[in-house]
C-alpha cells in the first residue's frame, strides 16, 4: 500500500460522485466485514427448531414464570407455522416483559404471514417509539421497513382494483403527498436529489399538526404500479388521479432547476384532486445553500395549501434534519439505493451521511435498518433479536485512509460559476454539522440567501 494520499479539489458538484466511484465498494466491504466480526464477537443461542416443542413446553410445566424460556417456545411454534399458537405465546411474554424483542418479532411475523401488513407495522412502529434503545431494535426497524413496503404495494394494487369507486369518494381535506420532485440537470449524480428533497418536504410538512402526509414508500409502491416509478414525472391529470388512489386531496409537485453555473431554483406547485394546478411556489439561490432554500420553499408551500405557520411551528420546520449537504447528498442517494432494493449499497451511503452528521437522525435510522436488512430477511425471530448494525460510523477520517470526506476540508460550493465568482482571500464557510446549534436563518422573500464559497477537498489513500 502507498504511503501517500492523493489529494483532489473538486467542486461539491461532482463530489458524490466522485466519492461513490472510488469509495463506495471498500465501503460496502467495510459494512461487510464489521458485520461478520460483530456476529464472531458474540456468540449467538442456538437456532430454535420445531423438534423442542415437546421439551419446551414440558420444561414451561416445572417453570412457568421463565419469560425467557416463553419467548423460545413463542419462537418455536413461529418455525412450526403454527402462528395462532405462537403469538399467544408471545403475547404472554409481553405482558411482563414489552420490550421483548423476540416476542415482538414473532407477533409482527405472524401477521406479516397472514399479509396483515398494517397490522405487523403498528407492533413494530409502537415498539420503536416506547424502547428506541432496546435489544433487536435494529431488526425490528428493518422489519418494520419490510412490512411497510409490503403494506404499499398491497395497497396500490387494492386502490387501482377500486379506483372507479375511490374516484366518486371525497378525499380526505387534510391529506398531502409530495411527489418525486423532477431534477433537471445534465449531471447524472444529482438525480437522487429527487427522493431526498421529496423526503424532506415531507418530514417538514408532517410537522404540521393538521397535514396527513402520504408515506414515500407508499407513493413510489403506486408510481410503481402506474409505470412512473423509474421518473418520477407526471402530468397534472395522473398527479390528480395518483391523490384519488391515495385518497389525498392535494398534490405537491416539485422541481429542482440545477444548472452547471449561476443560481438554482427549487419550485413547488399544488395539484387539486380536480386538477387544478395552482401557481408554484420558487425560490432562487446558491447550490450551497440548497437546504435552506428547501425550508423556504415547504414555508410558502404551508402557506399554499391554506395554513398559516406559527413561529412555533416554523422554527421546527427550520431545525428538522440536517444542515450539512454532504449529509444530505448521501442520504439522497441512499434512499435511491433503498427504493431499488440495494440495501448493501444504501447502507454505504447511509453510512457517509452519518459520518458527514452524526447528528442525523434519519440517516441513522436508516443505516440502521439497511445494514441489517438482507440478514433480518433470512434470520428466525430469536435469531433476528440478536442481529445488531455494525458499530455506528465515526465522524472524521476513517483510521489510515484520509476518509470519504475530509472532516477537516468540508468546504463547499455548487457549480463553476460560485467557485469562480469568489476571490480566493474570502475566508470559507464551515459545513455545519448539527442542526440544533445553529438554526439557519428566516428569510422572508424568495429564497435570499446569504452567499458563501468555497471547495471541497477529497483525501483518498491509494490501495
Do not use: W
Not at 489529494?7 to 461478520?36: D, F, M, N, Q, W
Not at 394494487?157 to 379506483?163: K, P
Not at 447550490?287 to 399554499?304: C, H, M
Amino acid at each position: 500500500m502507498l504511503a501517500g494520499r492523493l489529494h483532489v479539489s473538486v467542486p461539491l458538484a461532482k463530489a458524490a460522485l466522485v466519492i461513490r466511484r472510488v469509495r463506495l465498494g471498500h465501503s460496502v466491504a467495510l459494512l461487510l466485514a464489521a458485520s461478520l466480526l460483530a456476529a464472531c464477537a458474540g456468540r449467538r443461542p442456538r437456532e430454535v427448531s420445531p423438534a423442542e416443542i415437546p421439551d419446551l413446553e414440558a420444561r414451561l410445566e416445572r417453570e412457568p414464570e421463565n419469560i425467557a424460556l416463553r419467548a423460545r417456545y413463542a419462537a418455536a411454534l413461529f418455525a412450526a407455522n403454527r402462528c395462532d399458537d405462537a403469538t399467544a405465546a408471545a403475547q404472554r411474554v409481553r405482558q411482563p416483559r414489552p420490550a421483548d424483542a423476540v416476542a415482538v418479532l414473532v407477533v409482527g411475523q405472524c401477521a406479516e404471514k397472514a399479509e396483515r401488513h398494517a397490522e405487523a407495522l403498528g407492533v413494530y412502529r409502537a415498539f420503536l417509539a416506547e424502547y428506541p434503545k432496546a435489544r433487536g431494535v435494529a431488526a425490528i426497524r428493518a422489519r418494520a421497513q419490510l412490512a411497510l413496503r409490503a403494506y404499499a404495494i398491497q395497497q396500490a394494487r387494492l386502490a387501482l382494483q377500486n379506483e372507479a369507486q375511490l374516484s366518486t369518494q371525497p378525499a380526505d381535506p387534510n391529506t398531502v403527498a409530495v411527489l418525486p420532485l423532477t431534477v433537471a440537470s445534465a449531471d447524472t449524480s444529482y438525480q437522487a436529489l429527487s427522493r431526498g428533497l421529496a423526503q424532506m418536504m415531507t418530514s417538514d410538512l408532517s410537522l404540521i399538526q393538521r397535514f396527513r402526509l402520504v408515506e414515500r414508500l407508499q407513493l413510489g409502491a403506486l408510481l410503481d404500479e402506474l409505470r412512473l416509478g423509474q421518473t418520477g414525472r407526471v402530468d397534472p391529470g395522473t398527479a390528480a388521479r395518483v391523490g384519488r388512489l391515495v385518497q389525498a386531496s392535494r398534490m405537491v409537485q416539485g422541481l429542482a432547476n440545477l444548472p452547471p453555473e449561476g443560481e438554482i431554483r427549487l419550485e413547488a406547485a399544488v395539484v387539486q384532486a380536480t386538477g387544478e394546478v395552482t401557481a408554484p411556489e420558487a425560490v432562487t439561490g446558491r447550490f450551497r445553500d440548497l437546504l435552506r432554500l428547501e425550508k423556504d420553499l415547504v414555508v410558502l408551500l404551508s402557506a399554499r395549501l391554506g395554513y398559516q405557520l406559527s413561529e412555533a411551528e416554523r422554527r421546527m420546520i427550520l431545525e428538522n434534519g440536517t444542515q450539512n449537504l454532504a449529509a444530505f447528498l448521501a442520504y439522497s442517494s441512499g434512499l435511491l439505493a433503498e427504493d431499488a432494493g440495494d440495501f448493501q449499497r444504501a447502507a454505504a451511503y447511509f453510512s457517509d451521511a452519518v459520518r458527514a452528521d452524526p447528528g442525523f437522525q434519519a440517516a441513522q435510522e436508516q443505516y440502521q435498518s439497511a445494514s441489517v436488512m438482507e440478514e433480518v430477511q433470512q434470520a428466525a425471530p430469536d435469531q433476528a433479536a440478536e442481529t445488531a448494525p455494525p458499530a455506528p460510523p465515526q465522524t472524521g477520517p476513517e483510521p489510515g485512509t484520509g476518509g470519504q470526506l475530509d472532516a477537516g476540508t468540508k468546504e463547499l460550493a455548487a457549480n463553476t460559476s460560485e467557485k469562480a465568482a469568489a476571490p480566493s482571500s474570502q475566508p470559507v464557510q464551515q459545513a455545519i454539522n448539527t442542526p440544533a446549534a445553529t438554526p439557519p436563518a428566516t428569510t422572508t422573500g424568495l429564497g435570499t440567501t446569504q452567499t458563501a464559497t468555497g471547495t471541497i477537498r477529497i483525501a483518498f489513500r491509494l490501495p
